[in-house]
Each structure stands twice: as C-alpha cells, then as structure tokens.
C-alpha cells in the first residue's frame, strides 16, 4: 500500500506561482498512475491533472490548462504540480492520488478510479 504526503501550499497573491509535491512511501510509484484533485469549500472534489506511470501522457481540466503543469520523478517518488498564473477560483484543498490499474485516459478523471489519497495541502489565492 503506498502512503502520499502532498506538500507545497499556501497563500499567494493573483498571478503568483506555486509548485506543489506529492511523496511517495513506495519506490513502486513508478508502476502507479497519479492525479491531483482539488476541493474548494462547499463544492465537490474535482480533477485538476493527471499522469501516467511513465510521464509520457499528461491530462488536464479545462480550467487549468495552459496554467499549470504535471511532471513526475519516479527515482524521487515524487509528482508535481507546477501552477502558475494563479486566480483565486484556484483556492481549494489539493489533493494527491495514485492507483496502479489506470490504463486509459478517461479514467483518471474520475477520482472513483483512484485507491490511494494524501492528507491534502491548502492552496489560498488572494485577490
């Protein structure tokens, strides 16, 4: 079972960026599919971007492409979420997940599709 621990959060202003970190416990998360989600108060959690367990096939909601950025280091056990351009609607709880059985793009949209989930890191963006 592979533990995650998202870290990288915090409060920025409009436009700043902020690269966000999710730790592997397994040096196996290289064979795990991975996605970042978010949840802002009231609403439900939804997909921010995905990666495959290779790196090679990256996935994206509409609302953040072209702001931000995915990329893995699996001798690191680690995946990333570069974000940049920051608006306050990006103000959520995100969160890290993994599961080895993501074969197709479709599925990691879905956040049923993911077994393993970090505590989460607060992202707060100031108008």
């Known amino acids: 079972q592979v533990q995650l621990v998202e870290s990288g959060g915090g409060l920025v202003q409009a436009g700043d960026s902020l690269r966000l970190s999710c730790a592997a416990s397994e040096r196996t998360i290289g064979s795990y599919g991975t996605g970042w989600f978010r949840q802002a108060p009231g609403k439900e959690r939804e997909f921010v971007a995905g990666?495959?367990?290779?790196?090679?096939?990256?996935y994206y909601a509409d609302s953040v492409k072209g702001r931000f950025t995915i990329s893995r280091d699996n001798a690191k056990k680690t995946v990333y979420l570069q974000m940049e351009s920051l608006k306050p609607e990006d103000t959520a709880i995100y969160y890290c997940?993994?599961?080895?059985?993501?074969?197709?793009?479709?599925?990691?949209?879905?956040?049923?599709?993911?077994?393993?989930w970090g505590q989460g890191t607060q992202v707060t963006v100031s108008s």
């Open positions: 990666i495959s367990r290779s790196g090679i096939g990256t």
């Open positions: 997940a993994a599961n080895q059985n993501l074969y197709y793009r479709d599925t990691y949209y879905k956040h049923s599709s993911y077994a393993y």
